[in-house]
Nanobody
Framework: QVQLVESGGGLVQAGGSPRLSCVAS????????IGWFRQAPGKEREFVTA????????YYAGSVKGRFTISRDIAKNTVYLQMNSLKPEDTAVYYC??????????????????WGQGTQVTVSS
C-alpha cells in the first residue's frame, strides 16, 4: 500500500499561485492514478484533477481547468498541484488520493483506495 502526505497549503491572497505537494511512500506514484480532491466547509468533497498511473492522461474539473496543473516527479515520488489565479471559492481542504482500477474514470472518489490527511488552502479576497 501507499502512504500520502500533502503539504503546501496556507493563507493565500486572491490571484496567488501556491503549489501543493503530495509525497508518496511505500509504493511509487507510477503504480497509481493520483487524484486531487477538495472539500470546502459545509460542502461535499469534489474532484479537482487527476493524473493516470502512466502519466499519459490528466483530467481537470471545469472550475479549475486552465488555472490548475497536475504534474509528477517520479524520482521524488511526488505529485504536484500548481494552482494559479486563485479565487476565494477555491478555499478548501485539499486531499490527494491514490488508486488503481480498471479504466480511467478519475472523478469518482470511490476509485481511490488511499488518501492523505489533507492540507488547508484559504484564499483571501
Amino acid at each position: 500500500q501507499v502512504q500520502l502526505v500533502e503539504s503546501g497549503g496556507g493563507l493565500v491572497q486572491a490571484g496567488g499561485s501556491p503549489r501543493l505537494s503530495c509525497v508518496a511512500s511505500g509504493r511509487t506514484v507510477s503504480s497509481y492514478d493520483i487524484g486531487w480532491f477538495r472539500q470546502a466547509p459545509g460542502k461535499e468533497r469534489e474532484f479537482v484533477t487527476a493524473i493516470s498511473w502512466s502519466g499519459g492522461s490528466t483530467y481537470y474539473a471545469g472550475s479549475v481547468k486552465g488555472r490548475f496543473t497536475i504534474s509528477r516527479d517520479i524520482a521524488k515520488n511526488t505529485v504536484y498541484l500548481q494552482m494559479n489565479s486563485l479565487k476565494p471559492e477555491d478555499t478548501a481542504v485539499y486531499y490527494c488520493a491514490a488508486g488503481r482500477t480498471t479504466g480511467w474514470a478519475p472523478i469518482y472518489s470511490d476509485r481511490y483506495s488511499y488518501w492523505g490527511q489533507g492540507t488547508q488552502v484559504t484564499v483571501s479576497s
